[in-house]
């Protein structure tokens, strides 16, 4: 059974930075779509950004050239590196895993095939 704990949410204010870090069990990362998801209070969940067994990352637009995603090599470990960081990043955050043909088609935004791990609270004060 796939498992995933974040952890490394907390508090910064505006323009600070934050590393979160999703542990996953088994081969999951080695074989996964993995990304980054948040939900807002009273706000759909939107994708944050994924990255494929090959290494290729893909960012939603309001955090492009602000967040990183990345996996350390033993693969065991996922990565989000948020610099930057403004009010409107304040959300829960979600690392999920789903099918690796999500991150080539782009659909894992949607999230819709995705495992979900329990979040993580990052809250960012102006």
């Known amino acids: 059974q796939v498992q995933l704990v974040e952890s490394g949410g907390g508090s910064v204010q505006t323009g600070g930075s934050l590393r979160l870090s999703c542990a996953a069990s088994g081969s999951t990362i080695s074989t996964s779509c993995m990304a980054w998801f948040r939900q807002a209070p009273g706000k759909e969940r939107e994708g944050v950004a994924s990255?494929?067994?090959?290494?290729?990352?893909d960012y939603a637009p309001a955090v492009k050239g602000r967040f990183t995603v990345s996996k350390d090599n033993s693969e065991t470990t996922l990565y989000l590196q948020m610099d930057s960081l403004k009010p409107e990043d304040a959300a829960m955050y979600y690392c999920a895993a789903g099918p690796l043909s999500d991150c080539y088609t782009g659909s894992w935004i949607a999230g819709r095939r995705f495992f979900w791990g329990q979040g993580t609270q990052v809250t960012v004060s102006s």
């Open positions: 990255i494929s067994t090959a290494g290729g990352a």
